[in-house]
């Protein structure tokens, strides 16, 4: 898919350090802090990726359909809003709320994944 193409491009060409630390209730407000840009980078990259994404229409077939704006609700309702607030908490330098937006986002994991395969995408982040 081209919008995958095109933000793995952006997401290759970052200009800012990645993260430090894999988890945030143990690292550093410092570390937290130097690793907010990089991951407001990869938030924006992903809202225009899911904006891209769902621009392209609302598929016609009733299990189709149901899949997609089911992971239009997941992403746009919870997995995008914790992964903005994760990336606030981060600028505050707070591990333990950081690391709580990331457990309140995975939550929609695997159904994200069941429904991305239900209708056919592939994970644009994922490469």
């Given amino acids: 898919m081209t919008v995958c193409r095109a933000e793995n491009k952006k997401r290759a060409a970052n200009p800012y350090p990645a ?6 209730a143990k690292a550093t407000p410092a570390q937290l802090k130097a690793g907010a840009p990089y991951l407001a980078r990869d938030l924006a990259i992903t809202y225009d990726e899911v904006h891209k994404v ?3 229409g609302t598929p ?3 299990a189709a359909r149901t899949a997609w704006l089911r992971l239009k609700t997941v992403l ?24 709580a937006d990331f457990a309140k ?22 490469g």
């Fill in 60 to 62: 016609e077939e009733t």
């Fill in 19 to 24: 993260p430090k630390f894999t988890n945030p």
């Fill in 76 to 99: 746009v309702k919870y997995s995008l809003p914790a992964f903005a607030k994760a990336v606030a908490d981060l600028k505050k330098g707070d591990g333990k709320l950081v690391a």
């Fill in 105 to 126: 986002s995975s939550r929609y994991d695997a159904e994200q994944t069941k429904l991305q395969k239900t209708i056919g995408l592939k994970v644009c982040g994922n």
């Fill in 54 to 56: 769902f621009a392209l």
